[in-house]
């Protein structure tokens, strides 16, 4: 990067911390102002924090490779979540709210026992603890690509600077930050994608990108087949991403805390139908940034493989190096007819009624394209061999490589500090749901009658704590898949059966705390089973879980009477 890069970046990240930082120097001193910054969050603050919580460094990093490779068909994950918004809305809110909890799993000990509360509360630290470091993992990742530095000590070092930031702000300022990150994520992207647009040749506008795309199949939004292994179309989006959005935002502390905060039911319940309203257009526009990175490589020269680190240290191995340069070779020639195939249908479909033409130039690219995605296939086995600590897949390297290659000078500055400011949103957010989780439903129980400042500290030694096992877990996040589908099946794992105890608190009050535990537990094994030996798309887990959890609850309920 240039020196006006780091300026922009430096400058930008200050200015969001100091300013977050000034704003809530006061804060922090009662377990309520820390906690929850006195609950006087107003609705529009409330929307943002959720939408930076739920929008980590992974989302920028991962979605548009997600597209690239695979389209648009990921929006699916998200059709159930505006339903979602208006069902916690209408059903949680007011219970959080009249008893002025401070974390979701408080809820469960009035309702059922503190085994229940226990047993709950330590599910959502696994996930959650699990969940930030790959949080942690995704920054780290822009920086050691970067600079050129280790990855684990860039994990350890981004890590450490969370962490220091989230036990000195609380709640209050976690949420006054994100404001500022919000602005400049939507800024970053709005930027990102008119570049890609603007940097395609000059006959090639965005409706001839997107009738490029679209006769791909990259813009396949709504798949109405019903199929239980795949992971992403209409069904498996409106029932397991409607039960995963209502597990994740009605029962995950890290989004329960934000709308917690409110200074009443109204301004929570607005917060929350404001991210219902914006995630799904959000989303749509990541995602269609991922496609026009597609349609920009069919005019422009792409990496062989978009992990530049690891393609670079093969290069220069004796071993591997003149299969890799006869790949190269291979993948220059199929371009150059790809290039010349996608300009033949941009200017058959500028001739109307030109079918035929159409058709044959459609044919073309697409033999093309499957001939580049074999040889893709072909380099990463390759970069497999040589290097087997190396990512799986490489698609989380697709827009960091369009940032570094193609932006000028100041702009990549800009959308690494989106990356940067997604991260820091998310990972300050879930440190602070965690400790919040540990100090009220795990440690105050077990020490009451302690001092508020006592309490307080606790929760700062408990984020320490949650940030370095998070910093550990990072570490071994390269060995993962796509980012943003690990951090979803993570969370599928284990919400189907937090969700389940919640809504049969909520919608079965005849059920007791010994009937829902062994429930839970017996189907938070079975979860782990099914997806150890099976093939069930991951947002299966979510109704599976849950429905296990209310089934079990129901019958060993009836048998105790």
Not at 295 to 316: C, D, I, K, M, T
Not at 346 to 372: C, D, G, K, S
């Amino acid at each position: 990067m240039s020196i006006l890069d780091w300026l922009v970046l430096g400058g930008t990240l200050l200015f969001i911390v100091g300013y977050g930082t000034w704003r809530t120097r006061r804060a922090g001193q009662s377990l309520d102002g820390y906690l929850l910054g006195g609950r006087q969050a107003s609705w529009w603050g409330i929307g943002l924090s959720i939408m930076a919580t739920q929008a980590s460094a992974i989302t920028f990093l991962s979605t548009p490779g997600q597209a690239y490779d695979d389209g648009m068909r990921f929006i699916q994950f998200y059709f159930g979540l505006p339903v979602a918004m208006v069902l916690i809305a209408v059903f949680a809110v007011p219970i959080y709210h009249r008893l002025q909890v401070f974390t979701a799993y408080e809820y469960l000990e009035g309702r059922f026992d503190r085994r229940t509360r226990t047993f709950t509360a330590l599910l959502f630290l696994v996930q959650r603890g699990l969940s930030n470091g790959l949080s942690l993992y995704a920054p780290a990742l822009v920086l050691s690509a970067i600079l050129g530095w280790n990855i684990q000590l860039t994990v350890w070092l981004i890590g450490g600077l969370m962490i220091a930031y989230t036990v000195a702000g609380g709640t209050r300022a976690v949420a006054v930050t994100q404001q500022g990150q919000v602005a400049v994520i939507f800024t970053g992207m709005v930027v990102a994608g008119y570049l890609l647009v603007h940097y395609l040749p000059a006959e090639v506008g965005f409706q001839d990108a997107l009738l490029v795309a679209g006769h791909q199949g990259r813009l396949n939004l709504v798949d109405f087949h019903f199929d239980p292994n795949d992971r992403y179309n209409f069904w498996s989006g409106m029932t397991g991403g409607l039960f995963l959005a209502l597990s994740y935002f009605g029962t995950d502390q890290s989004q329960v805390q934000r709308y917690l905060a409110g200074r009443d039911v109204r301004e929570s319940r607005l917060g929350l139908l404001m991210n219902g309203l914006l995630k799904v257009p959000m989303q749509f526009g990541i995602l269609l940034i991922g496609v026009l990175l597609f349609v920009f490589y069919q005019f422009n020269p792409p990496p062989l493989s978009f992990n530049r680190p690891v393609l670079e240290r093969v290069a220069g191995s004796p071993e591997h190096a003149p299969a890799l340069r006869q790949l190269e070779q291979q993948h220059a020639t199929l371009f150059e007819a790809r290039r010349q195939a996608a300009g033949q249908l941009v200017q058959a479909l500028h001739q109307p009624n030109n079918a035929e033409a159409i058709a044959a130039a459609q044919t073309r690219l697409q033999a093309t394209t499957a001939a580049t995605a074999g040889l893709r296939q072909e380099t990463q086995a390759l970069l497999k061999r040589a290097v087997p600590t190396a990512e799986a897949k490489d698609t989380d390297y697709v827009f960091l490589t369009f940032v570094l290659r193609y932006l000028p000078q100041g702009l990549v500055g800009l959308l690494i500090a989106v990356v940067l400011s997604a991260a820091m949103g998310s990972a300050a957010a879930g440190l602070n749901a965690l400790a919040s989780t540990t100090v009220v439903d795990l440690y105050q129980p077990a020490r009451p009658g302690q001092p508020e400042r006592h309490y307080v500290g606790a929760s700062r030694w408990a984020a320490v704590g949650w940030g370095l096992l998070g910093i550990g877990f990072a570490t071994f996040a390269a060995r993962l898949e796509n980012l943003i589908q690990a951090v979803n099946i993570l969370g599928s794992l284990f919400y189907g059966s937090i969700l389940g105890i919640f809504m049969v608190a909520f919608f079965l009050p005849r059920v007791g705390g010994r009937a829902v535990l062994w429930s839970a537990v017996a189907a938070q094994v079975l979860v782990l089973v099914l997806f150890w030996r099976t093939d069930i798309g991951y947002l299966w887990f979510n109704i599976i879980g849950c429905g296990l959890v209310m089934l079990g609850s129901w019958v060993l309920s009836r048998g105790e009477r």
